[in-house]
Structures are given as structure tokens and as C-alpha cells.
């Protein structure tokens, strides 16, 4: 395995599992973007800004607490002390599993072999699993007040004002955590919504409470310069608006990580720098494999593991079953989430036509549980008519730990009245998927 993040590991592990002998190549540490940089530091970034927002607003709850600040030495501390915890799991784990962990940088020199210094390592198969970095745009440096979340994590500060180029997950994600310590924040995003990817009256729920919070947004017209001084950053757009800051982030995507790796001179079928599979994620190499954010589509460390795991799986004979890109689940862990997974309303029509399409919308205000959580937004469900569930999309607080049984119905293509009979716990957020079902399925019970 050349890559140790989601990917790599997931891909290790299983391999292990079924009896291989497996080297698992890492240039840094064993959990990669995700684990050190990525989905866990910044979680717990945004679950210190979710305390921070309960303490302002204590009172409202009958509780006598005081918002004195951000103390981000702590919140580092608290952030670090997490990522510490799960590298060392990940590292017994390996070890336990038997898996070789190799300290250094992997350079493909034949469909079988890695060179790492003055060490070749053979293999039956290798599995390329580089990662990603973050992207920039063209003639757009990072450096000095243009900073990448890389950076934006390990601030020492908590910037008064900061301008965020980019309305995608990452983009937003740091956007609420700093609204919630006190910045003023300012999105441009070129294309017309934030989140972009989700469903479209999921994006306009999610401007409506970005707005509500006070976070600033441009829609719909591309970035153009930034100009930077000792004091901040100015930003123009191409319509000639300009904002200015103490920081801006760039939040416009990942890229490949596969420069300089030998993957070309191999003979690999290459597309700017990302590596061509076909669905079973075997490069143009019969015997090399490729997962994760290096194979085009969803850059999610969910689809690391899976295809990690898809893979050793696949070595080994099994022959594991394929899943599509659109039925694994996203979320976005901001204030409020997003969660979703399948086709969106949209999408639905453009595959099945208009007529075939039923959607229906639960809103969060008839929800009990989402009440006492005080967060609004709603469950939409996209169906077959006289058919199954093709996609779940929902916005909301804590949405994102819904995303479990929404991705059950829609991946065994389950249908509205086989789901209604099942039993929702109450009070719980969870009913509200229920309630959706329910109503799909001709025989809503709270909502009309």
C-alpha cells in the first residue's frame, strides 16, 4: 500500500484480515489527511464552537453561564490531545493486525515494486493511495495572509475578520467555527449556492441560516485578485466588489497528490494528475490498484475505507460488490449540518424524468427533539413513484448522525411503505425520517 490515510489503511487492514503479507508505506504519519489535518482536527474545532455557542446562549436554557472568550491555546490542546489518541490506536491497530509500516517516501518503479531510499519493496500487487493537497488557483500563492486549512488549523489567533474563497465543505466548516469564536466572516463563492453539491433547497436553507448567523456570502461571481499587506488581504471579484481582511482562506478543493511518484512512467493512465480505474478500481495496470482521493469523484475519507477495503477484498477473490459514488453519504458538520446521500431532486428528473419524481419535505419545527435542540431545517426525501427511495437530503443540527438508516433505505432501494411500519424512537431527531416515510407512504401522522 503506497499511502497510509483512509485509503491505505482500510486497505491494510483488510488485507491482513484475509491472510496477506502486507507493507503499508507512509511518507508522514499512518492516518493521513484525514486523522492529522482533516476530518477529526476540524471536528473537534467545530464541537468547541458548538460549546461556545451553548454558553452565549445558556440563558435561554435556564442556565447561569458566561461566554468569556476563546481560549485557543486550549482548543489546540483539546484538538491535538484527540488526533494524539487516535494516531496511537491506529499504530497498535497496525502493529496488532501485522501490518509493516515503512517510514518514508514511496516512488512506483515497476506495476510490482516501491522504492523508498535505498529499499525496494516487492509485491504481488500495490495500491496507490498518495491522497490529496489542497489546490490553489491559477496565479492565486499561498503564503503570508493566504493561507490553506492546513494553516487555518493551527492558527494561534482567532482573526477579527477573514475572507473564505470557497463555499464547499471545507470552506463553510471553517467558516462556522470562526463566526462561532467571534470573526466576521465573508464566502465567495463562484458558483450559485454554498454547498454546492447538495440539493438545492438544501443550499437555500443553508444561506437562510449563514445569513441568520451574520456570516457574509458572494454567490455566482468568480474570484479575480488579492492584494496583501502587513495589515490584511483585499480581495476583488470579476464584477469589481472587493472585501478585505486579516486572512483569506482558500478553500477551493483538493488535488491529486501524484507528482513525481512514478505513477506516468509506470505506465499508468493518467488525467491532471489523477489516476484512471475502471469500477473496480484497477488502473490501466492489470494487478494495480488505485483508492481514494486520487481516483476521480468524491473526496470523502468514507470512500477511502470503502475502496481500501473493496480492494484487498478484491485481491483476495471475493469479488465485493461495487457502490456507486452517489450512495455513499456526505455531511457537512457546520452550524446547522447537512447530510445526504442518493440522487438529488434534481438529478432524479434528469435520470427518470419529471413525472416519475415524488419528493416530500418533514420540517424540523414538528420535530420535538429538534425543538428542545432549538435548530430548524428539514428531512427531504426523493422517490420512484410506486418505487424506492432514491435519495435522502436533510439539514439541520446533529442531521449528520441521521445519515445512517437514510443510507440503508436508499442503497437497498428500499421503498416508503416497507420503511413506515418501522418504530421510531421518541423523542429523537430520528423520528423525523420516520415521519417522512410516513408521509411517502400515504399515511403521515404528524404533518399534514
Known amino acids: ?101 515503512i517510514a518514508g517516501t514511496g516512488h512506483l518503479s515497476s506495476p510490482t515494486t516501491v522504492q523508498v531510499g535505498d529499499d525496494v519493496i516487492i509485491g504481488k500487487n500495490v495500491v496507490l493511495a498518495t491522497g490529496s493537497y489542497s489546490r490553489s488557483l491559477p496565479g492565486l500563492e499561498i503564503g503570508g495572509r493566504v493561507i490553506t486549512s492546513e494553516q487555518a488549523l493551527n492558527l494561534d489567533f482567532v482573526p477579527k475578520k477573514v475572507i473564505v474563497l470557497g463555499g464547499g465543505v471545507i470552506g463553510v466548516e471553517f467558516s462556522s467555527v470562526w463566526k462561532s469564536f467571534g470573526a466576521e466572516v465573508q464566502i465567495v463563492e463562484a458558483l450559485p449556492h ?13 444561506e437562510r441560516a449563514f445569513r441568520k448567523r451574520g456570516i457574509g456570502f458572494s454567490l455566482g461571481v468568480r474570484f479575480q485578485s488579492v492584494t496583501q499587506d502587513e495589515s490584511g488581504v483585499v480581495v476583488t471579484l470579476e464584477d469589481g466588489q472587493t472585501f478585505d481582511g486579516e486572512l483569506l482562506l482558500v478553500a477551493v478543493g483538493r488535488g491529486p497528490s501524484t507528482a513525481g511518484l512514478g505513477f506516468e512512467e509506470v505506465g499508468v493512465t493518467m488525467d491532471r494528475g489523477f489516476v484512471i480505474t475502471n469500477e473496480r478500481l484497477e488502473t490501466s495496470i492489470p494487478g494495480l490498484y488505485a483508492v481514494g482521493d486520487i481516483v476521480p469523484g468524491l473526496q470523502l475519507a468514507q470512500r477511502g475505507f470503502s475502496q481500501g477495503i473493496f480492494v484487498a477484498e478484491e485481491i483476495a477473490g471475493l469479488n465485493p460488490v461495487v457502490v456507486d459514488d452517489v450512495m455513499i453519504p456526505k455531511v457537512t458538520y457546520s452550524d446547522p449540518e447537512v447530510a445526504s446521500v442518493g440522487l438529488s431532486e434534481a438529478k432524479a428528473i434528469e435520470k427518470h424524468g419529471t413525472e416519475s419524481i415524488t419528493t416530500y419535505d418533514y420540517n424540523l419545527a414538528g420535530n420535538g427533539k429538534s425543538h428542545i435542540l432549538e435548530t430548524s431545517g428539514s428531512i427531504k426525501v426523493v422517490r420512484l413513484n410506486d418505487g424506492p427511495v432514491l435519495g435522502v437530503h436533510m439539514i439541520g443540527a446533529r442531521v449528520g448522525e441521521l445519515i445512517g438508516e437514510a443510507q440503508l433505505v436508499v442503497n437497498w432501494e428500499a421503498y416508503p411503505e416497507d420503511i413506515a411500519p418501522f418504530i421510531h424512537a421518541h423523542p429523537t431527531q430520528n423520528e423525523a425520517l420516520g415521519e417522512a416515510f410516513l408521509a411517502l407512504a400515504g399515511k403521515p401522522l404528524h404533518a399534514i
Request: charged content about 20%; overall charge neutral.
Open 1 to 101: 500500500m503506497l499511502g497510509a490515510g483512509s485509503g491505505g489503511y482500510a486497505a491494510a487492514l483488510r488485507a491482513s484480515e484475509l491472510g496477506m503479507s502486507v507493507a503499508l508505506i507512509e511518507k508522514d504519519k499512518v492516518g493521513g489527511t484525514c486523522l492529522h489535518i482533516g476530518c477529526i482536527p476540524t471536528k473537534t474545532l467545530l464541537h468547541a464552537a458548538e460549546v461556545a455557542d451553548f454558553s452565549r446562549e445558556a440563558s435561554k436554557f435556564g442556565v447561569n453561564a458566561e461566554f468569556q472568550g476563546i481560549d485557543i491555546a486550549g482548543v489546540t490542546k483539546y484538538r491535538e490531545g484527540i488526533v494524539a489518541s487516535k494516531f496511537k490506536g491506529l499504530q497498535g491497530l497496525l502493529k496488532a493486525r501485522g501490518v509493516v509500516t
Open 194 to 206: 454554498l454547498v454546492p453539491n447538495e440539493d438545492e433547497s438544501v443550499s437555500k436553507q443553508f
